[in-house]
């Protein structure tokens, strides 16, 4: 199978379950409101290392948001309710709650059981000053700030999302894959209910499970590295491959995650591409497995 | 849906608390006709007042005629819709729960009185006491939202725990001892809004309003939360809220004899 001449591997992404939860930012302008958004999803990568997978969905007209203010949706994922509560809580708090003129909100319906609290652990911020304001069935903390107050909806709704959509663009040289990578992340952002957690939508450090080094978990898939070829048996490139990158997506479904691979990949197919191939362990890390040609099959 | 239309004329207040829909869902019309209300000192049959047809399955009820001196109808109500063509008498709503209580014309004393849920929605004006308490109860309204297109008369929201009430503008002793909750009045707030109230909020738009001394200013600011509820009573379709913008909101915290948490904010 080929896509513009560039050929799709016959291999299967292998994406997992997470629980994830989307946060409704917003502010005076949007510049505020992408600010604070910019932080609270800063250092969200990869649950390997970070507290959960973060990122940014989409920029929200005033029309959309709750208050009529500017807003930047947040998409969040974490291994379970209780640390994606945590994680939540403590970035909405040190990265919103702290920004000029925000308030947070909710961007998931609530079932019972399925919610954490986050204006509910910041609101003892206010000392006592805090306000409670109920709205249906909603209820919003407003705390006191120097600029006026903050406010934040109390209880955030949880789904089970997909983490680990994945798919490789092996380039030529670095330039055309980066380029090609580029298109790609742009392409599946467009995506609704998506994020892609790595810096620009990209990642560079292809991981594979465990280490000769016993402590860490993952290291680097050394059979994607075009300068360990001459020095391995088992190098997965092609000669004339010399750059790979990866785009990772996580979904709030397994649909909005095959539409951003399938939008990613078309976007990629592009000179300079030697071909794209999808990140797997063997059926050892998740059940979700995401076979390329299938998706793109089924267009 | 079931009809409910008024043929008796009198002018003796008519009681029916039995005009609630999740009450008259399973009943059939010979059921419903036979229903008891009270009128004067005589308990008669609803029949003699309403002629009825169709059926309430659908927890549906449609009620024309002149209802203004029918008083209770929608009373604890925990489901369904009653939809009055005309206005309502005293105690329309009050101790409900759930569902919806609409009025196409006025509503008299009472209105949503210790409502703990649901929506009501009167198209004119209400009477005094709207959403508060009754005589002796330590608690109004603790939930659910009222909202009047027209003014209301004393009293609205007094001794209120939760909920929100919105009006077009109304009488003294607005939100008098109110414990938590928001009442939102587009237009004149009478005298003593806010006596001894304890925490909650009164938000006044387009009025400048004679404050109590026991109000202290606090602020101009731009509350989001402000944003929020006029946002959902546009979506609930109250004209008073449309148009709103929020900006340079005064705040003012009181009442500074009990607690002086609350606030009255007011955009001019």
Redesign the interface.
Same mark, same amino acid.
């Given at each position: 199978m080929t896509i513009n001449d560039v050929p799709i591997d016959d291999q299967f992404a292998e994406a997992f379950g997470m629980v994830a939860c989307r946060v409704i930012v917003?502010a005076?302008s949007a510049k505020w409101a992408r600010i604070a958004a910019t932080e609270a999803s800063g250092y969200g990568t990869s649950i390997i290392g970070c507290d959960a997978e973060a990122g940014i969905e989409r920029e929200l007209d005033p029309r959309e948001t709750?208050?009529?203010?500017p807003g930047v949706s947040l998409l969040f994922f974490s291994l379970n309710l209780e640390a994606l509560g945590q994680a939540v809580a403590k970035r909405v708090g040190q990265c919103v709650l702290t920004c000029a003129t925000t308030?947070c909100f909710n961007g998931l319906p609530k079932s019972p059981g399925q919610t954490f609290r986050v204006g509910g652990r910041l609101r003892w911020f206010g000392d006592g000053y805090q306000?409670?304001?109920?709205?249906?069935d909603r209820r919003?903390w407003?705390i006191p700030m120097m600029d006026?107050?903050f406010?934040c909806e109390d209880e955030f709704g949880t789904t089970r999302g997909i983490a680990g959509g994945n798919f490789l663009i092996l380039g030529e040289t670095q330039t055309t894959a980066l380029a090609a990578a580029e298109a790609a992340a742009e392409a599946a952002r467009q995506v609704r209910d998506v994020i892609l957690p790595f810096p620009g939508g990209i990642v560079r450090s292809g991981s594979k499970v465990g280490s000769k080094y016993q402590p860490l978990k993952a290291s680097t898939n050394h059979a994607y590295c075009p300068t360990l070829r001459g020095a391995i048996d088992d190098s997965a490139l092609p000669e004339n491959v010399n750059a790979v990158y990866e785009i990772v997506i996580d979904g709030l479904t397994r649909e909005a995650v095959i539409e951003a691979m399938r939008a990613g990949i078309h976007a990629a197919c592009r000179p300079g591409v030697v071909g794209i191939t999808a990140g797997n362990y063997g059926g050892k890390l998740g059940p979700h497995k995401i076979y390329l040609r299938e998706i793109l099959g089924s267009r | 849906m079931l009809r409910l239309t008024r043929i008796s004329t009198s002018q003796i207040p008519l009681e029916a608390p039995s005009i609630v829909p999740d009450r008259l869902t399973r009943l059939r019309v010979v059921e419903i006709e036979r229903l008891p209300v009270q009128h004067g000192s005589r308990t008669e049959k609803l029949a003699e007042h309403f002629r009825v047809t169709g059926d309430a399955i659908d927890s549906h009820v449609l009620m024309d005629g002149d209802c203004s001196r029918v008083k209770w109808l929608g009373a604890g109500m925990t489901a369904g819709h009653l939809h009055i063509e005309s206005s309502a008498g005293m105690h329309a709503g009050s101790r409900m729960a759930s569902g919806t209580l609409e009025v196409a014309g006025s509503a008299d004393d009472w209105l949503g009185v210790e409502m703990s849920g649901g929506l009501i929605h009167v198209h004119g004006a209400a009477g005094d006491h709207a959403g508060a308490a009754y005589e002796g109860s330590q608690r109004g309204m603790t $939930?659910g939202v009222i909202l009047v297109d027209g003014e209301c008369g004393l009293g609205t929201g007094a001794v209120m725990r /939760? $909920?929100?009430s919105a009006t077009a503008g109304c009488g003294d002793f607005a939100a008098a001892s109110m414990i938590?909750g928001?009442l939102f009045v587009f237009g004149r707030l009478g005298r003593f809004a806010g006596a001894e109230m304890k925490?909650g909020?009164i938000a006044v738009f387009g009025s400048e309003p004679e404050l109590l001394p026991t109000f202290r200013k606090a602020?101009q600011?731009?509350?989001?939360?402000l944003?929020?509820?006029l946002? /959902?009573l546009v979506e609930l379709g109250f004209g008073p809220a449309h148009g709103i913008e929020v900006r340079d909101v005064q705040r003012f915290c009181g009442d500074l004899v009990s607690h002086g948490?609350g606030e009255i904010l007011i955009q001019k």
């Open positions: 917003t005076v709750r208050d009529g203010r308030a306000v409670s304001k109920v709205l249906d919003f407003r006026g107050e406010t | $939930g /939760r $909920g929100l938590a928001s925490r909020t602020c600011f731009d509350p989001t939360f944003r929020v509820f946002r /959902r948490q």
